[in-house]
C-alpha cells in the first residue's frame, strides 16, 4: 500500500484555501473529504486507498492478511508550524491505527510506525521537527525513527540523493526485519531484557529522608533498584526543605553503591520551561557536577520538575543524556489497591514500559494514605517478575533506545548463523547489553561466541536467550537441536 505526494504538510494553514493536508484533526476532517473526492485531505485520501485495498483485494485472500507496518516520510513542510509538530503527527499515528482497528475490527493499536527524519542540510530543516519526532519514537514503544540527519542531498537541499535515498531504504528495510522477524534464523532482540512482557521504573521525586530509610531497603529485599530524582539545592540547604527531612550525601553515596540509580531533578527545582538559556543550562549542569562530586556516578537521566517541559526543553536536556522523564504514572496519595492492579494489567496487556512517580511515602508531597498499598505493591511486582523487567530509569531508557536503533545482519553459517550488530549510538553512554532470542522449539544445546568471548545461554521450552554488546562486533550461533 502506497500513498506518495510531495511537499505536503501535517498542519492545514489558516492562510490560504488552496493546498492539501494530512492533518487528522476532526472537526476539519468533517468538512472535507479526500482529495480525490475534490475534498483537501491527504490523510483520507490515504485511509480510502487502504480500505479499497482490503475491500477489493486483501480481504478476499485465502489465506487471510495482516497489515505490519506503516511507513511515513514528511516534515520539511511543517516547518513553518514546528510548535505543532509532535501534536500533529502523534494525532495522524492515532488516526491510522484507530481506523484501522475500525475498519477491520482486529486491534492495530499497536501497529508499528517507521518514519525517517530530515536532514540537518534541508532548506527546511527545523530543530523543533526533529526533536518532536525523536520524543515521539522515545515515548511510543511501537515507534521507530530512522536517523537521516547527516545524510546528503541533492543540489536543491531538499530530496534526497541517489545514496541517502538507497540508506533510507535499507534502514527501512532493516527496521521491518527487525520488527516482522524475516530472515528465517528465529533471531530477534527482545524488546526487553530477558525477554520479559514489559518493564517498570520505580521513580521517586524530591529526595525525601524515608527514600533512604525505607524504599530503598523495601526494594534492595525484593532485589529491585529505584531511581531517586534530588535537588542539589534542596540537599544543602536546610532553608529549601520546606520543613520535610531530605536525604544526605552520605546516604544517596551508600544508594549509588548498591546501584540505585541517584539522578537529576534540577538544582533548585525550578520550573524549566521558563528559564533564559543560561539559566537553564546552569539548573542541569550544576546540579550533574554535585551529584557526580557526591556519589561518584555521573547522572545520565533527568526529570523535569513539577513536570514542566516543551519540545525546546525536552531537545535541550535530552542532549548527552540517555534519556528524560516525559511520561509517569502517580503512584501516590490518590493510589488504590485497585488502580495500581489495574495499571499493572495495562502495562501487561500493552508490552510498555511504566514509570511511576512518587514523592512521599509517610510525610511530604502527595504522601500515601497508607503507606502499605505501595508495600504491597511492590510485592505484587515481585510476583509477576518472570513477565515484568523491574530496571532503573536509566537501564531501562538505554535499553529501549539501543533495542529501537541496533539493525543486525543475519547469516547462515555451516553450523547455525551469524549476526553482525550495528548500533549508531554513543558506546560511552549507552552501555547496557541487550538480550537477544532464538525463538525455536526444542533446542537442545547453542554455543555463542562474540569475538573471543563464549556468551552464557539460557534455554527454555521454546526459546534461548543470551545477552550480548551491541558494540562488541559478529556473534556466532551453534545451534544443536533435538
Ligand atoms: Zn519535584
Known amino acids: 500500500m502506497k500513498y506518495v505526494v510531495g511537499g505536503t504538510s501535517i498542519q492545514y494553514p489558516n ?8 492533518s487528522a484533526n476532526t472537526e476539519w476532517l468533517e468538512k472535507t473529504v479526500s482529495f480525490e473526492k475534490k475534498g483537501k485531505s491527504l490523510l483520507l485520501s490515504f485511509t480510502d486507498a ?33 510548535g505543532k509538530y509532535y501534536d500533529n503527527l502523534k494525532a495522524v499515528i492515532a488516526y491510522v491505527r484507530n481506523h484501522l482497528t475500525e475498519k477491520t475490527g482486529k486491534d492495530y493499536s499497536k501497529l508499528p510506525f517507521v518514519f525517517g527524519s530530515i536532514p540537518e542540510s534541508n532548506r527546511h530543516y527545523k530543530p523543533e521537527i526533529d526533536a518532536a519526532m525523536k520524543r515521539i519514537a522515545n515515548e511510543d514503544p511501537n515507534a521507530y525513527l530512522i536517523d537521516m540527519s547527516a545524510q546528503e542531498l541533492q543540489k536543491d537541499r531538499t530530496h534526497f540523493n541517489e545514496k541517502s535515498a538507497e540508506y533510507l531504504g535499507k534502514k527501512v528495510y532493516k527496521t521491518l ?3 516482522l522477524i524475516l530472515n528465517g534464523s528465529g533471531f530477534r532482540v527482545a524488546r526487553y531484557k530477558d525477554d520479559k512482557a514489559c518493564a517498570i521504573s520505580f521513580t521517586f521525586d524530591d529526595g525525601l529522608a524515608e527514600h533512604y530509610s525505607l524504599v530503598a531497603p523495601a526494594m534492595e529485599k525484593l532485589g529491585f533498584r529505584g531511581t531517586f530524582w534530588v535537588n542539589g539545592r534542596t540537599i544543602a540547604d536546610t532553608t529549601y526543605q520546606r520543613g520535610f527531612a531530605r536525604m544526605t550525601w552520605s546516604q544517596m553515596k551508600k544508594m549509588a553503591d548498591k546501584g540505585h540509580e541517584i539522578s537529576s531533578h534540577g538544582w533548585a527545582h525550578r520550573n524549566v520551561t521558563k528559564l533564559s538559556p543560561e539559566e537553564l543550562h546552569h539548573e542541569l549542569e550544576h546540579n550533574d557536577t554535585v551529584i557526580f562530586q557526591n556519589t561518584g556516578v555521573f547522572p545520565r537521566t533527568f526529570c523535569y520538575p513539577g513536570n514542566a517541559k516543551n519540545n525546546e526543553t525536552i531537545a535541550f536536556a535530552e542532549k548527552n543524556r540517555i534519556g528524560t522523564r516525559t511520561l509517569q504514572f502517580s503512584v501516590g496519595g490518590k493510589s488504590t489497591r485497585e488502580n495500581l492492579d489495574r495499571r499493572l494489567a495495562d502495562l501487561l496487556g500493552n508490552k510498555g514500559w511504566g514509570v511511576t512517580m512518587t514523592h512521599g511515602i509517610t510525610y511530604g508531597y ?26 532503573t530509569f536509566r537501564e531501562v531508557a538505554a535499553y529501549v533506545k539501543e533495542q529501537k536503533a541496533v539493525t543486525c545482519d543475519v547469516a547462515k553459517t555451516d553450523k547455525g548463523f551469524s549476526v553482525v550488530p ?25 554455543a555463542v561466541r562474540q569475538g573471543k568471548k563464549k556468551l552464557k545461554v539460557r534455554i527454555l521450552q521454546d526459546k534461548a536467550l543470551f ?16
Not at 495482516?66 to 514546528?82: K, N, P, T, V
Not at 494514605?369 to 513477565?387: N, P, Q
Not at 549510538?425 to 533446542?443: C, H, Q, S, Y
Not at 551491541?470 to 537441536?481: H, L, M, Q, S
Open 366 to 391: 502527595d504522601h500515601f494514605s497508607d503507606a502499605g498499598i505501595f508495600w504491597e505493591y511492590l510485592k505484587k511486582v515481585k510476583t509477576l517478575e518472570d513477565r515484568i523487567w523491574v530496571g
Open 50 to 82: 487502504i480500505d479499497a485495498a482490503i475491500d477489493s483485494t486483501l480481504s478476499k485472500l485465502e489465506g487471510g492478511y495482516q497489515i505490519d507496518a506503516f511507513l511515513w516520510h514528511q516534515g520539511e513542510s511543517d516547518d513553518r508550524y514546528a
Open 467 to 482: 545477552d550480548f554488546d551491541p558494540f562488541g562486533g559478529k556473534i556466532d550461533v551453534e545451534v544443536i537441536n533435538k
Open 177 to 179: 526485519d527487525k520488527i
Open 422 to 446: 550495528r548500533l549508531a549510538l554513543d558506546k560511552n553512554l549507552f552501555t547496557e547489553p541487550l538480550t537477544a532470542v532464538i525463538g525455536r522449539k526444542g533446542i537442545k544445546k547453542v
Open 15 to 22: 492562510d490560504t484555501a488552496k493546498g492539501r493536508y494530512w
